[in-house]
Protein backbone atom coordinates (compact mmCIF):
# COMPACT_ATOMS: atom_id res chain seq x y z
CA UNK A 1 0.00 0.00 0.00
CA UNK A 2 1.05 3.48 -0.86
CA UNK A 3 2.66 5.74 1.73
CA UNK A 4 -0.41 8.32 0.35
CA UNK A 5 -3.07 5.77 1.05
CA UNK A 6 -1.70 5.12 4.28
CA UNK A 7 -2.00 9.20 5.22
CA UNK A 8 -5.70 9.54 3.30
CA UNK A 9 -7.20 6.14 5.23
CA UNK A 10 -5.78 7.66 8.84
CA UNK A 11 -7.37 10.46 8.53
CA UNK A 12 -10.18 9.18 7.38
CA UNK A 13 -10.41 7.78 10.37
CA UNK A 14 -10.17 10.46 13.00
CA UNK A 15 -12.75 12.27 10.65
CA UNK A 16 -14.92 10.92 7.59
CA UNK A 17 -16.78 13.60 6.89
CA UNK A 18 -14.18 16.23 6.01
CA UNK A 19 -14.19 17.24 2.40
CA UNK A 20 -11.70 15.95 -0.35
CA UNK A 21 -9.95 19.57 -0.29
CA UNK A 22 -9.08 19.43 3.34
CA UNK A 23 -8.15 15.92 3.02
CA UNK A 24 -5.90 16.73 0.40
CA UNK A 25 -4.55 19.56 2.34
CA UNK A 26 -3.96 17.32 5.83
CA UNK A 27 -2.03 14.29 3.25
CA UNK A 28 -0.11 17.34 1.62
CA UNK A 29 -1.06 15.79 -2.23
CA UNK A 30 -3.87 17.80 -4.82
CA UNK A 31 -7.24 17.46 -4.74
CA UNK A 32 -7.25 15.43 -7.84
CA UNK A 33 -4.42 13.33 -6.87
CA UNK A 34 -6.79 12.73 -3.83
CA UNK A 35 -10.00 12.22 -4.97
CA UNK A 36 -8.51 9.60 -7.60
CA UNK A 37 -6.81 7.28 -5.05
CA UNK A 38 -10.39 7.14 -2.62
CA UNK A 39 -11.72 5.86 -5.76
CA UNK A 40 -9.12 3.42 -6.37
CA UNK A 41 -9.40 2.36 -2.31
CA UNK A 42 -13.35 1.65 -3.40
CA UNK A 43 -12.82 -0.02 -6.19
CA UNK A 44 -10.23 -2.40 -4.72
CA UNK A 45 -12.77 -2.54 -1.29
CA UNK A 46 -9.79 -1.38 1.06
CA UNK A 47 -12.84 1.39 1.78
CA UNK A 48 -16.33 -0.58 1.82
CA UNK A 49 -17.85 2.30 3.25
CA UNK A 50 -18.95 5.76 5.22
CA UNK A 51 -20.63 5.76 7.73
CA UNK A 52 -21.49 7.80 10.90
CA UNK A 53 -21.06 5.63 13.88
CA UNK A 54 -24.33 5.83 16.73
CA UNK A 55 -24.13 6.03 20.89
CA UNK A 56 -26.67 3.47 21.23
CA UNK A 57 -27.48 4.49 24.41
CA UNK A 58 -28.62 7.66 23.06
CA UNK A 59 -30.74 5.54 20.77
CA UNK A 60 -32.25 3.57 23.43
CA UNK A 61 -30.60 0.64 22.95
CA UNK A 62 -28.92 0.28 26.06
CA UNK A 63 -28.14 -3.34 26.65
CA UNK A 64 -25.29 -5.10 24.78
CA UNK A 65 -25.02 -8.43 25.48
CA UNK A 66 -22.66 -11.85 23.61
CA UNK A 67 -24.74 -14.81 22.51
CA UNK A 68 -22.31 -18.18 22.25
CA UNK A 69 -24.39 -20.42 19.80
CA UNK A 70 -24.10 -24.24 19.70
CA UNK A 71 -25.72 -25.57 16.64
CA UNK A 72 -25.97 -29.23 14.50
CA UNK A 73 -22.89 -29.21 12.64
CA UNK A 74 -25.01 -29.60 9.48
CA UNK A 75 -23.96 -27.13 6.54
CA UNK A 76 -27.49 -26.91 5.55
CA UNK A 77 -29.24 -26.06 8.71
CA UNK A 78 -26.13 -23.18 9.56
CA UNK A 79 -26.52 -22.02 6.17
CA UNK A 80 -30.46 -21.84 6.76
CA UNK A 81 -29.67 -20.73 9.93
CA UNK A 82 -27.37 -17.87 9.27
CA UNK A 83 -29.53 -16.45 6.90
CA UNK A 84 -32.61 -16.19 9.57
CA UNK A 85 -29.85 -14.48 12.02
CA UNK A 86 -28.99 -12.06 9.30
CA UNK A 87 -32.16 -10.47 9.35
CA UNK A 88 -32.54 -9.92 12.98
CA UNK A 89 -32.52 -6.07 13.75
CA UNK A 90 -31.05 -6.89 17.23
CA UNK A 91 -28.15 -8.73 15.77
CA UNK A 92 -25.02 -6.35 15.24
CA UNK A 93 -22.22 -8.70 14.91
CA UNK A 94 -22.11 -12.44 13.85
CA UNK A 95 -18.94 -14.59 13.71
CA UNK A 96 -18.38 -18.51 12.65
CA UNK A 97 -16.17 -20.05 15.72
CA UNK A 98 -14.01 -22.78 15.86
CA UNK A 99 -14.42 -24.84 19.20
CA UNK A 100 -16.78 -25.35 21.84
CA UNK A 101 -19.55 -23.09 20.34
CA UNK A 102 -20.41 -22.58 16.36
CA UNK A 103 -21.45 -18.62 16.15
CA UNK A 104 -21.06 -15.66 19.31
CA UNK A 105 -23.68 -13.01 18.24
CA UNK A 106 -23.50 -9.22 19.11
CA UNK A 107 -26.42 -7.80 20.18
CA UNK A 108 -28.07 -4.46 20.83
CA UNK A 109 -31.36 -4.73 22.62
CA UNK A 110 -33.63 -2.31 24.49
CA UNK A 111 -33.64 -3.89 27.98
CA UNK A 112 -33.82 -7.47 29.42
CA UNK A 113 -36.97 -8.44 27.93
CA UNK A 114 -36.22 -7.47 24.43
CA UNK A 115 -32.82 -9.85 24.90
CA UNK A 116 -35.30 -12.40 26.49
CA UNK A 117 -37.19 -12.52 23.86
CA UNK A 118 -34.34 -12.29 20.77
CA UNK A 119 -32.71 -15.58 22.85
CA UNK A 120 -35.85 -17.95 22.74
CA UNK A 121 -36.44 -16.93 18.93
CA UNK A 122 -32.71 -18.39 18.65
CA UNK A 123 -33.46 -21.24 20.70
CA UNK A 124 -36.42 -22.06 18.20
CA UNK A 125 -34.17 -22.30 15.52
CA UNK A 126 -33.46 -25.85 14.01
CA UNK A 127 -30.25 -27.26 14.86
CA UNK A 128 -29.71 -24.95 18.12
CA UNK A 129 -28.63 -26.83 20.80
CA UNK A 130 -27.79 -24.48 23.53
CA UNK A 131 -27.41 -20.77 23.61
CA UNK A 132 -25.13 -19.13 26.67
CA UNK A 133 -25.69 -15.10 27.00
CA UNK A 134 -23.48 -12.76 28.04
CA UNK A 135 -24.92 -9.32 29.00
CA UNK A 136 -22.05 -6.59 28.55
CA UNK A 137 -21.53 -4.94 32.61
CA UNK A 138 -19.68 -1.83 31.07
CA UNK A 139 -17.02 -1.25 28.16
CA UNK A 140 -13.67 -0.47 28.72
CA UNK A 141 -12.80 -0.14 25.56
CA UNK A 142 -14.63 0.05 22.14
CA UNK A 143 -12.28 1.26 19.54
CA UNK A 144 -13.34 -0.95 16.33
CA UNK A 145 -10.54 1.34 14.03
CA UNK A 146 -8.00 1.23 16.26
CA UNK A 147 -6.48 -2.00 15.04
CA UNK A 148 -6.65 -0.74 11.00
CA UNK A 149 -4.54 2.62 12.76
CA UNK A 150 -2.36 0.69 13.84
CA UNK A 151 -1.83 -1.39 10.90
CA UNK A 152 -1.70 1.26 8.83
CA UNK A 153 0.76 3.18 10.80
CA UNK A 154 3.06 0.32 10.83
CA UNK A 155 2.70 -0.16 7.02
CA UNK A 156 0.52 -3.18 7.27
CA UNK A 157 -0.85 -4.34 4.16
CA UNK A 158 2.11 -3.87 1.86
Do not use: C, W
Amino acid sequence: MRELDRKILLQLLRDGRQSVVRLAGRVGASRQTVARRLEQLRELGVISSFTARLDPEKLGLGTRAYIFLSEAPQAKIRRRNEEVIRKLHQVSGFHRLFGEYSAILEVRVRNSGELTALVKKIHRLRGVKETKTFIVHSTVKDGPEEPFVEALIKGAGK
